[in-house]
């Protein structure tokens, strides 16, 4: 009877808190910040994540100010000192990961970076990173190829339609194929810092 009351309780834990990010995602409020908090950039710059994926981030709110904060270390690797790179098996979660990492095994800090560039996508898109058998990625770059304009999510009204724009090519950026044409993360950060501070 104890194990069936802790399945139970599980499974209404699992539910509610999927409705609650779903809910949380909704406000474009609740993006934004996650987008320009930099407590994400400081702690992504002490470890190599292998990705940055949406459900690794949780508001916290603390005296009325909401902090974006970086959670779920268990598949960070730290690199030994003097190293820029190590190699390691490919784990991660579908959708966020970098093609580059998931053909070669090694870890870069430019994992951190594609997968980063995922999640500006989800976020400005309010849809998740794949559906339908479709890469966001690949829904994105099609319909730029097409010279569609891309759809943002959600009530948008207390952003810019320039400064959406500007962190859509940053986002996409953060995605390029080869990792030399991809920011560091320290100028992502200084990126999106420009972008807020932006009137367009």
Not at 23 to 36: G, M, P, Q, V
Not at 57 to 70: E, F, M, P, Y
Not at 155 to 179: E, T, V
Request: hydrophobic share 40%.
């Amino acid at each position: 009877m104890e194990l069936w009351r802790k399945k139970k309780a599980r499974k209404c834990f699992l539910k509610n808190r999927s409705m609650f990010l779903q809910k949380l995602i909704a406000d474009w409020r609740n993006r934004r910040k996650i987008l320009t908090d930099q407590e994400i950039y400081k702690a992504s710059g002490l470890w190599r994540r292998r990705e940055i994926a949406y459900n690794d981030i949780v508001l916290s709110v603390r005296n009325g100010t909401a902090r974006a904060k970086l959670t779920d270390f268990s598949l960070a690797v730290t690199l030994p000192e003097g190293k820029s790179w190590v190699e390691e098996m490919v784990l991660g979660t579908y959708g966020y990961g970098d093609p580059i990492y998931a053909q070669t095994g090694i870890l870069t800090e430019y994992p951190d970076v594609f997968s980063f560039g995922i999640l500006m996508l989800v976020l400005l898109l309010g849809r998740p990173a794949y559906i339908n058998d479709t890469m966001i990625l690949d829904y994105v770059r099609d319909l730029q190829v097409r010279g569609e304009p891309v759809e943002f999510g959600g009530d948008s009204n207390d952003i810019r339609a320039g400064q959406m724009n500007m962190f859509l090519h940053l986002a996409l950026r953060c995605c390029r194929k080869r990792n030399e044409d991809r920011p560091k993360m320290i100028t992502v950060a200084k990126y999106i810092k420009l972008i807020e501070q932006a009137s367009l």
